[in-house]
T-cell receptor, first 110, second 114 residues
């Protein structure tokens, strides 16, 4: 099993809908998780971090962590075409070795 | 306020050659990490340096090496280039020694090995 797994997509949602991006992780990944957004040809940009079970909200973004199920998700409310990008889930192996999933491509169509 | 800067932005090298990539972190940041990203994959961790000391190394061959200078800038060196080394090389800086949390990425260096 890969340490951090994501469905590569693409996930296609209509403008205004909720986009749900999911990520699972193995036992080798610890409690710190992060979502990055990467536009085509650009570098990753940190959107949110989450460290404890439950939900964390920041504007239109909500990160959810379920340690029992080893599952992390990112919800984007009121999706906009400008949200179209690849979303990378990352965890921390050991105390600081970052491990990224392959990313999920999100397409928000008007 | 300048972000993380990397140079060069694009590079074409021949198999067997050596390459040096450079990174300047955000002012005040003491940690620099290097990643390799091939098309369709997430970034793969190569090295992290904090206060000029190597703090972590990913699963890359010894052909890859790095160092951090007193001004916290960093170099990534790759020897005996292979076609498979073609990728986007990303540098990220952070204030503390944390891995991903506070990391800000540079624009990357696109390396093509022919």
């Amino acid at each position: 099993q890969k340490e951090v797994e994501q469905n590569s997509g693409p996930l296609s949602v209509p403008e205004g809908a909720i986009a749900s991006l999911n990520c699972t992780y193995s036992d080798r990944v610890s409690q710190s998780f992060f979502w990055y957004r990467q536009y085509s040809g650009k570098s990753p940009e940190l959107i949110m971090s989450i460290y404890s079970n439950g939900d964390k909200e920041d504007g239109r973004f909500t990160a959810q962590l379920n340690k029992a199920s080893q599952y992390v998700s990112l919800l984007i409310r009121d999706s906009q075409p400008s949200d179209s990008a690849t979303y990378l889930c990352a965890g921390t192996r050991g105390s600081y070795i970052p491990t990224f999933g392959r990313g999920t491509s999100l397409i928000v169509h008007p | 306020d300048a972000g993380v800067t990397q140079s060069p932005t694009h590079l074409i090298k021949t198999r067997g050659q050596h390459v040096t990539l450079r990174c300047s972190p955000i002012s005040g940041h003491k940690s620099v990490s290097w990643y390799q990203q091939v098309l369709g994959q997430g970034p793969q961790f190569i090295f992290q340096y904090y206060e000029k000391e190597e703090r972590g190394r990913g699963n890359f061959p010894d052909r890859f090496s790095a160092r951090q200078f007193p001004n916290y800038s960093s170099e990534l060196n790759v020897n005996a280039l292979l076609l498979g080394d073609s990728a986007l090389y990303l540098c990220a800086s952070s204030f503390g020694g944390g891995g991903v949390a506070e990391a800000f990425f540079g624009q990357g260096t696109r390396l093509t090995v022919v």
